[in-house]
């Protein structure tokens, strides 16, 4: 039978094993705390954790958590569960009055009634129920992050010192884990708002990619409107001198040409006359001597026609320059385009060179309102293209007609014709086909432009090997 000793001895270990037992499922709790609040970088999920442990380690009826916001004195995340309830976010007063107390003091707190503490009277504490308190700071690197405060009713188990240890610990292990989730969150939201800070600049960047690209296109047409217009001034500038000129040199030239028309029409009448009187002589007896004077004046009747005609020629050439050319087809005036066209064709007779045909159709066609001396330029640019286009014999088609409160002139030639390719741009400034040295390639282009100021419209037919045809279209009014 067992000494009262042995039985001491044996109720001893007992005890230890007890105590060895509770310290072994207390450190398995840790660790399975600790390794279930390093599983995740969720605040919420974290402190959800916690509270769910340790109100089942200390027996606690409400427990709650309140981190601290960073560089302000107030709270920023807060959980609360109460047992066998939903976790919630909301707090008492009661809480936070337990919680000011332990940050305004830096220490933890257990009380076994706290309102017969004297240390909380005048505070606000409202639960009259309420009775036992644990409260411990949760300090991580010397800081304060938050506190967590446990909180028991009347007739509940009151919080013990050993209780104190275990949220001690608990506190300690979750401060620096908590911590570690807050700085992540944060990082986590501030990559989320750089993200929207590029996204959205790279949105700005895109708009404003598209504002410029926007304002250089505008531009863009801006500077080609701008040198179409310098074109079209300096060729207006060029018209102008080139009338001046062409005023000065026909008068010039038409003083000789009258002389020499004048001249040649003396001596047509004086041959006549010498005609006259040799028929009304009897030359019988000298006939030899009468033939060779009848082929004597014949040469000279033949000579002072060829001048004649000659002048003839000069006259008309240089009345179609005068009106080609005049000053006053500058103005906006009513005019017959037949006859710039005409006028075009005379300047023009040099270059056809005997091997190009000209086929005229007019049609009835009224006189329309238009600058004469820029719709002669555009039948100059037009038909010496067409002359250019025929390398050898050819022929060159002038039609005009009427219709739909519009005129039409179709001038069609038998060149080389243009390549589909390089239909689009012959109305661009400076594009040419003709080789090195030959045209500048903004006889088109102005054309374009000149028929474009008349509210008009120039399109353009080409087949290669069998030719083009440009159609000008010009309303009546």
Same mark, same amino acid.
Not at 4 to 33: G, P, V
Not at 235 to 242: D, I, W
Not at 302 to 314: D, F
């Given at each position: ?17 007890? $105590? ?63 047992? !066998? ?5 909301? =707090? ?16 933890? =707190? ?82 989320? !708002? ?24 505008? =531009? ?89 005609? %000659?002048? $003839?020629?000069? %006259? ?30 005379? =300047?023009?007779?040099?270059?056809? !060179? ?97 028929? $474009?100021?008349? !509210? ?22």
């Amino acid at each position: 039978m067992p000494t009262l000793k042995s039985q001491q001895n044996i109720e001893e270990l007992e005890e230890r094993l007890n $105590q060895a037992d509770k310290r072994l499922r207390e450190l398995n709790a840790l660790n399975k705390l600790s390794q279930a609040i390093s599983s995740t970088m969720d605040v919420d999920k974290i402190m959800e954790i916690i509270l769910a442990e340790t109100t089942t380690q200390i027996d606690a009826f409400h427990s709650s958590i309140m981190l601290l916001q960073k560089n302000a004195p107030d709270f920023f995340t807060t959980l609360a569960r109460q047992k !066998k309830a939903k976790i919630t976010s909301s =707090l008492d007063k009661s809480c936070r009055t337990i919680a000011g107390w332990v940050l305004k003091n830096r220490k933890s =707190l257990i009380v076994k009634d706290i309102l017969a503490d004297p240390r909380f009277e005048g505070l606000g504490i409202i639960n009259d129920e309420l009775q036992s308190v644990l409260a411990q700071p949760m300090i991580s690197k010397g800081n304060i992050i938050g506190v967590i405060v446990f909180q028991n009713l009347k007739g509940q188990s009151v919080f013990t010192e050993e209780n104190q240890r275990i949220i001690s610990i608990i506190a300690s292990q979750s401060a620096q884990v908590l911590e570690n989730a807050q700085l992540y969150q944060m990082l986590a939201a501030s990559n989320f !708002k750089l993200e929207e800070a590029n996204l959205t600049l790279e949105q700005r960047v895109a708009e404003r990619t598209e504002q410029l690209n926007r304002k250089k296109i505008q =531009l863009e047409k801006a500077l080609k409107e701008l040198q179409e217009s310098q074109n079209q001034l300096i060729m207006k500038e060029k018209m102008a001198s080139l009338g001046n000129l062409v005023a000065g040199i026909a008068h010039e030239i038409n003083n000789p040409i009258g002389a020499i028309n004048s001249a040649a029409d003396v001596i047509t009448r004086c041959n006549n006359k010498i005609n006259e009187i040799l028929k009304e002589k009897d030359l019988t007896e000298n006939a030899n001597q009468y033939q060779k004077l009848e082929q004597i004046i014949n040469l000279i009747n033949q000579n002072g026609m060829v001048i004649q005609e %000659s002048g $003839q020629r000069v %006259s008309k050439i240089v009345k179609s320059l005068k009106n080609f050319a005049r000053l006053d087809n500058a103005e906006f005036q009513k005019a017959d385009i037949h006859e710039g066209i005409d006028n075009t064709l005379a =300047l023009l007779h040099h270059e056809l !060179k005997d091997k190009i045909t000209i086929i005229k159709d007019y049609g009835k066609v009224p006189l329309i309102y238009c600058y004469p001396i820029q719709l002669n330029q555009v039948f100059m640019n037009i038909l010496l293209n067409a002359i250019q286009a025929i390398e050898n014999e050819g022929i060159i088609k002038i039609k005009t007609f009427s219709g739909d409160g519009n005129v039409r002139i179709k001038i069609s030639d038998t060149g080389k014709g243009i390549p589909p390719e390089h239909l689009n741009k012959i109305f661009d400034p400076g594009f040419t086909k003709k080789g090195v040295g030959v045209g500048t390639g903004l006889g088109l282009s102005t054309s374009y432009n000149i028929i $474009q100021m008349h !509210k008009g419209e120039i399109r353009v037919e080409s087949e290669v090997g069998k030719g083009t045809t440009l159609t000008l279209i010009l309303p009546m009014k």
